[in-house]
């Protein structure tokens, strides 16, 4: 059936809006219209499309969702080949980069480099032919790649026409593909449902999209990109700075990296590599170092190139995340809640600049699912203060005789039988608080910063505390026959003036909110927001205790589900957790500021259902009691943003997450009116 010219103008307009929400919401991160306005705009284009075969066009924001699948990759011989850069590991292999461009170049002065972040993902490029994506292909060998055309169309933040006007005929974009953190996590907990083997990390996850045959799997991956430079250019031209190339791309419709910055010198490229380092972990994409190029195209061009890098470019490397060594054994941890995790002890290693020789196996699920065994060689990963963990094992390399791990029948600490729910990963002790391990850990969460909060009562005073047996329960601390000045003072590396300190600390922590007791005591999937509300719609612990009983009164605080409902149950339903309560409040070792009364009736309507993000370092007040405060009205607290997010509260250095919320049109408050509207 052949389309009408009404028909097909009406196709045409549909195809240009959709691209332009494309561009807004992939490129951009900034959506114009909501997702089913969006959804009803590709229905009726996919409708048209389907009726009419005329109107088919590769260029349609349709073939995104993936076309037929390929038999085989094809070969694709690049233009310009695609060098591989130079690395660095140390400060002063920085200055001498920079020297031997000066001295190249015969400057004296300073020279201007372009410098952005090295993403971990995988190297793309994308010929266009008249501002239409011709073929996309893998670097390969830098010389010849594979076609994967049929996949990179799948990506929304790739455009099938160039927007605007003034590109050259013949276009060659250099980018990185890669998978969002964020996308990562969400795709590997649906792959573990589903049974499905996850991948190791963002990198592997993005390369292992690309080189599918069938695109509808690449196309049900969350990929992006961002382009960092360019190959062939014909029949046109661009600026003559990187930087203002990378500019001039991000008005033709591509991403491009907003951390992207000038710096002038060796200092400079070493200012922006110590800046982005420090704000890492607050990146939505994994990074392993920075690139400084030279930005003018003329001196780039007299610097020249050796055999397989050029030497205008150079990427600064951070400490390695990932290593390989070799797990010497598997101990068991026992957690306040009584799981019991499973921990590689492996030979020490370097990573990511700390020695590392333990790392969490988790449980015995991911244990099984990795196979990992006593003797193997395995990938170990460590991000910022992440606990290190196994990644992967490699299977090529076991030899013959490694052990496999099995989980114990008793508890490594009491003795109890380990128990393993059936349709549970988590393995847990029986033996409660007559376990010393579940009674340490439950004590160090109860006295922590934000549960009591005593001073100077760390982790190895309470080992020395139960071990002793001079404490077993939370309500032993408050009691002067257990803990007195004399019995602290005879401790290891106490004497009488920390004793008095320490005693000091806990008559002060004496006086507490209902919400902090909540989340002190220890209830399973219970944090600080779950505590607060549960405070705020109960009112006391008395009325909390006695709505216990019921599942469905306790679903109507907010943030509580069944499954949390069914351990704050269960917790209430243990004699012993009530006898613990009941000796902390009755005998007035406790004195609770009780709850406000419940949200529907106090909320302040500025905060009720709303929610914030906190960024930036806050001076008159501090982030935990922003949040408190925040919680206390009905609103709720988040570490990311995203369009859901209501206000973003910032303080000084506010980093990425401020342009961002200004981008997606979020209301922004400084401390000054945040204070204010409190």
Not at 32 to 57: G, H, M, V
């Amino acid at each position: 059936m052949t389309a009408s010219e009404r028909t097909r103008k009406l196709a045409a307009r549909l195809r240009e809006q959709i691209s332009h929400h494309d561009h807004h919401y992939y490129v951009l991160d900034d959506p114009e219209i909501p997702d089913a306005e969006y959804d009803r705009l590709f229905r009726q284009l996919q409708d048209l499309e389907a009726k009419y075969e005329d109107l088919y066009s590769p260029d349609s924001p349709t073939q995104r969702v993936g076309g037929k699948a390929q038999t085989e990759f094809t070969s694709v011989t690049h233009g310009i080949a695609m060098l591989s850069l130079d690395n660095a590991f140390r400060e002063e292999q920085v200055d001498s980069f920079n020297q031997r461009v000066l001295d190249r170049l015969e400057e004296t002065g300073p020279i201007s480099y372009a410098v952005e972040p090295k993403l971990d993902g995988t190297a793309i490029s994308i010929r266009y032919e008249a501002g239409r994506l011709a073929v996309a292909a893998t670097r390969g060998d830098g010389r010849t790649g594979e076609d994967v055309t049929h996949n990179v169309r799948t990506i929304g933040a790739v455009p099938m026409i160039l927007k605007g006007s003034g590109y050259p005929q013949v276009l060659e974009v250099r980018g990185e593909v890669f998978m969002p953190i964020r996308g990562f996590e969400e795709f590997n907990a649906r792959a573990r449902e589903q049974g499905e083997k996850p991948f190791a990390n963002p990198r592997n996850a993005a390369a292992g999209s690309l080189r599918q045959l069938d695109p509808k799997i690449a196309a049900s991956r969350p990929l992006s990109i961002f382009v960092y430079g360019v190959g062939v250019v014909d029949g046109g031209s661009l600026p003559q700075r990187h930087s203002e190339t990378l500019a001039a791309l991000s008005e033709f419709g591509f991403r491009v990296c907003p951390e992207n910055s000038v710096v002038e010198g060796a200092e400079g490229c070493l200012g922006y590599y110590q800046a982005i380092g420090q704000r890492r972990e607050e990146l939505s994409y994994e990074i392993d170092g920075v690139v400084y190029k030279v930005d003018e195209y003329g001196q780039q061009q007299k610097l020249g190139f050796v055999s397989r890098a050029p030497r205008w470019a150079l990427a600064h490397k951070y400490p390695a995340q990932e290593e390989l060594t070799k797990v010497l054994d598997v101990d068991w941890q026992v957690g306040r809640t009584g799981a019991v995790t499973p921990v590689a002890r492996l030979e020490p290693v370097v990573v990511g600049g700390v020695t590392v020789s333990n790392a969490t196996l988790h449980n015995m699920d991911e244990l099984e699912r990795k196979d990992v065994r006593i003797g193997d060689t395995v990938v170990v990963r460590r991000a910022g203060d992440v606990i290190p963990e196994v990644v992967s094992v490699m299977a090529k390399r076991r030899r013959k005789g490694a052990r496999r791990v099995r989980l114990p029948g008793k508890c490594p600490v009491c003795k109890s039988a380990v128990s393993r729910p059936e349709g549970e990963a988590v393995a847990r002790c029986s033996g409660g608080l007559y376990c010393s391990a579940q009674r340490k850990e439950a004590l160090k969460h109860f006295v922590s910063r934000k549960a009591l909060d005593i001073e100077g009562l760390g982790s190895k005073l309470i080992d020395q505390l139960v071990d002793s047996k001079i404490v077993r329960t939370p309500a032993d601390l408050f009691d002067s026959k257990c803990v007195n000045t004399d019995s602290l003072a005879a401790l290891e590396r106490m004497a009488q003036k920390s004793a008095e300190n320490l005693m000091a600390a806990i008559e002060v922590s004496r006086k507490t909110t209902l919400a902090r007791f909540l989340y002190a005591v220890g209830i399973r999937e219970v944090g600080e927001a779950t505590a607060e509300n549960l405070a705020n719609y109960f009112g006391d612990i008395g009325t909390l205790r006695e709505a216990s009983a019921d599942i469905e009164t306790l679903q109507k605080v907010p943030d509580v589900g069944p499954v949390v409902a069914e351990h704050i149950q269960t917790f209430f339903a243990q004699p012993h957790n009530v006898e613990v309560i009941e000796k902390l409040l009755g005998d007035d070792a406790l004195t609770l500021k009780e709850g406000a009364p419940r949200q529907s009736d106090n909320a302040d309507k500025a905060f009720l259902g709303k929610t914030f993000v906190l960024t930036g370092t806050l001076s008159g007040i501090t982030r935990d009691a922003a949040k408190g405060e925040i919680r206390k009205r009905g609103g709720k607290v988040t570490g990311s943003i995203s369009k859901k997010t209501d206000f973003l509260v910032f303080g000084e250095k506010p980093g990425s997450k401020l342009e961002k919320a200004q981008n997606l049109g979020i209301t922004t408050l400084d401390e000054q009116a945040f204070l204010a509207l409190l």
